[in-house]
C-alpha cells in the first residue's frame, strides 16, 4: 500500500545528500519517516524543528531543497504561497510534493473547516488546477491518501499560472466539474514515473 510517506522516500532517495523541507508538520508521521540527515520542519503549533509560519519561514530562508512536501494550512490562498515560495527555493528538476488535493465531500472541501469533520481537504484542490496550466514543471495528482500532488520543476524561473480571480470563490462543485484538467495517475505509475526521472 502506497501513502504519502512512500512517494516522498521515492523522490528524496534520488539525491545523494537529500535537502528535505516539510511544511506543516502536525504530529510528525510524516516527518519521522522520512530517512533524510538534513531535513527542516516547519509547523507554527506543534512537530517538526522550527515554530514558524511557512510564510516567516520563506522570508527568512537562504537555504536550497531538493525535496518539499506542502501539508500547512489547506486553504488555496496559503497553499499557493507555499508553492510559490518553495519554487523559489527548490533547486532544478527536484520535486515539491502536496498532500490533500482531492476532497470526496462538499464537507472535507469546505473552508472554513467546519467542526466534527476528522478529513479535510480545504480548497487546495484549486492549487492542483493552476498547477496543471503552468509551464516549466510536470505535474499529477496520485489517486492515494486524499490526492497527492507532485510537481517537478524543469526549468530555473517558473512563473507559476494565477488563475486567483476566476477560482476563489469556486466551491465542491465547481470542483467534480474542473478537475479532469488535472492529471490523475495511479500510486504504482507514480513511483515508476519519480524513479525514472
Not at 97 to 106: C, K, S
Request: contains cysteine.
Amino acid at each position: 500500500l502506497f501513502n504519502r510517506v512512500s512517494f516522498i522516500i521515492a523522490a528524496t532517495q534520488k539525491f545523494s545528500d537529500c535537502r528535505y523541507l516539510e511544511i506543516g508538520c502536525d504530529d510528525n508521521i510524516c516527518f519521522n519517516s522520512i530517512p533524510v540527515i538534513n531535513k527542516i520542519g516547519v509547523d507554527p503549533d506543534r512537530g517538526g524543528n522550527i515554530k514558524d509560519t511557512s510564510d516567516n519561514f520563506f522570508k527568512n530562508n537562504k537555504n536550497r531543497f531538493d525535496v518539499i512536501f506542502i501539508d500547512g494550512l489547506h486553504i488555496y490562498e496559503q497553499c499557493r504561497r507555499d508553492v510559490i515560495n518553495s519554487l523559489k527555493v527548490l533547486d532544478k528538476n527536484r520535486y515539491i510534493f502536496l498532500h490533500d488535493m482531492t476532497p470526496r465531500t462538499w464537507l472535507e472541501e469546505n473552508v472554513p473547516r467546519l467542526k466534527n469533520t476528522p478529513l479535510w481537504t480545504g480548497d487546495i484542490w484549486k492549487v492542483a488546477i493552476e498547477l496543471s496550466k503552468t509551464k516549466g514543471i510536470d505535474f499529477f495528482v496520485i489517486n492515494a491518501e486524499m490526492g497527492v500532488g507532485v510537481l517537478r520543476k524543469k526549468e530555473e524561473n517558473i512563473v507559476y499560472h494565477d488563475d486567483f480571480e476566476n477560482l476563489k470563490d469556486l466551491k465542491f462543485k465547481d470542483f467534480l466539474n474542473l478537475n479532469e484538467s488535472i492529471n490523475y495517475i495511479d500510486p504504482e505509475e507514480a513511483i515508476k514515473i519519480i524513479k525514472k526521472y
